[in-house]
């Protein structure tokens, strides 16, 4: 049995959209360079079949890769969730105790995070360190290089 993913309404867009971009440009792209290599005669000593052939096998097993996720995703219904704790589609303003910066993020499922865009994973070491903290709250989060980063809540919305 597949595994559900959840995704928010624009992120499994952007998935849909992406994998219609693989089926309807990328694989007839590379089904004519087969055909193209094809025309150049001898198969056993073509390189270029064999890499297009090579690239066709992996954009279909991208494809049924995706295709797989889209049928078991769920979509996150955000007016069922608690404003009052952080959760996943929670938008956190936070300050740093150490530094005394003030950083927002938003926490998104695994496959949307951009940290570019501040979106963090809700499977990172943050992520999961400030799930069901409320406003005020001190979180202390350890890190892959194994400090502790010390946040305080100051905001929590959607």
């Given at each position: 049995?597949?595994?559900?993913?959840?995704?928010?309404?624009?992120?499994?867009?952007?998935?849909?959209?992406?994998?219609l971009q693989?089926?309807?440009?990328?694989?007839?792209?590379?089904?004519?360079?087969?055909?193209?290599?094809?025309?150049?005669?001898?198969?056993?000593?073509?390189?270029?079949?064999?890499?297009?052939?090579?690239?066709?096998?992996?954009?279909?097993?991208?494809?049924?890769?995706?295709?797989?996720?889209?049928?078991?995703?769920?979509?996150i219904d955000?007016?069922?969730?608690?404003?009052?704790?952080?959760?996943?589609?929670?938008?956190?303003?936070?300050?740093?105790?150490?530094?005394?910066?003030?950083?927002?993020?938003?926490?998104?499922?695994?496959?949307?995070?951009?940290?570019?865009?501040?979106?963090?994973?809700?499977?990172?070491?943050?992520?999961?360190?400030?799930l069901g903290?409320?406003?005020?709250?001190?979180?202390?989060?350890?890190?892959?290089?194994?400090?502790?980063?010390?946040?305080?809540?100051?905001?929590?919305?959607?």
């Amino acid at each position: 049995m597949a595994q559900t993913q959840y995704f928010t309404e624009e992120g499994l867009k952007k998935l849909k959209d992406e994998l219609l971009q693989l089926i309807t440009v990328e694989r007839p792209r590379i089904s004519g360079q087969i055909a193209e290599a094809r025309d150049k005669g001898d198969l056993s000593e073509n390189a270029e079949y064999d890499a297009a052939k090579e690239a066709q096998g992996l954009l279909e097993l991208r494809i049924s890769q995706m295709q797989e996720i889209v049928r078991n995703a769920k979509i996150i219904d955000e007016s069922k969730l608690d404003n009052g704790k952080i959760l996943i589609l929670s938008k956190v303003a936070l300050k740093n105790i150490l530094t005394g910066a003030n950083l927002t993020y938003t926490i998104v499922p695994q496959n949307e995070a951009d940290i570019k865009q501040g979106k963090i994973s809700v499977e990172s070491p943050i992520g999961k360190g400030l799930l069901g903290k409320k406003v005020g709250d001190l979180a202390e989060i350890s890190v892959p290089s194994g400090a502790v980063m010390k946040f305080e809540i100051l905001e929590i919305s959607r």
